[in-house]
């Protein structure tokens, strides 16, 4: 019932840019938050960025003043800026999204490989 659909993803040189986006549809009242995670091989899942309703942000150490999130809620859409991209950025990134059932949702995740 309820999908969330990714783009952007893809192959980019370190020290480039790229913009995640993530779409969510389906039988939802509302988003609570929406945020992005990532996984690289022989690691597990983290949390690189969320975004509550009311617009309070929160990042992960290793992305701070790299990565902006935001969301445009006419759209149910979140993104990712990425900026300044370095090698250990690489992974499948996976949008989430926690709607007002408290239930949460995921996308299927976007390859991004940051070359040297």
């Known amino acids: 019932q309820v999908q969330l659909v990714e783009s952007g993803g893809g192959l980019v040189q370190a020290g480039g840019s790229l913009r995640l986006s993530c779409t969510v549809s389906g039988s939802i009242f509302s988003i609570n938050i929406m945020g992005w995670y990532r996984q690289a091989p022989g690691k597990e899942r983290e949390l690189v960025a969320s975004?509550?309703?009311?617009?309070?942000?929160h990042y992960a150490d290793a992305v701070k003043g790299r990565f902006t999130i935001s969301s445009m809620d006419a759209k149910n859409t979140v993104y990712l800026q990425m900026t300044s991209l370095k090698p250990e950025d690489t992974a499948v990134y996976y949008c989430?999204?926690?709607?007002?059932?408290?239930?949460?949702?995921w996308g299927k995740g976007t390859l991004v490989t940051v070359s040297l």
């Open positions: 975004i509550v309703s009311g617009g309070i942000t």
């Open positions: 989430n999204a926690v709607v007002s059932t408290n239930r949460d949702y």
